[in-house]
């Protein structure tokens, strides 16, 4: 069992910076894969970005790709989305995600554990 805080949310101007961060408990963090999704008002959630167990692979949506950066620092058990240049088009509410396959975070979108979600607003 996995469970997944995120922090760091908040409002942001045009052109600004943010990072989310998502602890997890449990021992067995360095074994999943995680992510970050996001699901404006009105619209379905989205993949944003994903990093693999060792953190040699990152993946990213288009749409965020030279902008945003995922880390992990499995020693706090915590995955960080830095987001630079953020644009009025990232509000939304960010979600932490969790899972053993990278895959089905990156490609199918799926995930076995989801954090409660943190509320990022970017004004222009």
């Known amino acids: 069992q996995v469970q997944l805080v995120e922090s760091g949310g908040g409002l942001v101007q045009a052109g600004g910076s943010l990072r989310l961060s998502c602890a997890a408990s449990g021992r067995t963090f360095s074994t999943y894969a995680m992510g970050w999704f996001r699901q404006a008002p009105g619209k379905e959630r989205e993949f944003v970005a994903a990093?693999?167990?060792?953190?040699?692979?990152?993946y990213y949506a288009d749409s965020v790709k030279g902008r945003f950066t995922i880390s992990r620092d499995n020693a706090k058990n915590t995955v960080y989305l830095q987001m630079n240049s953020v644009e009025p088009e990232d509000t939304a509410v960010y979600y932490c995600?969790?899972?053993?396959?990278?895959?089905?975070?990156?490609?199918?979108?799926?995930?076995?554990?989801w954090g409660q979600g943190t509320l990022v607003t970017v004004s222009s």
């Open positions: 995600a969790a899972d053993p396959a990278v895959l089905r975070l990156t490609r199918h979108h799926l995930s076995d554990y």
């Open positions: 990093i693999g167990w060792s953190s040699r692979g990152t």
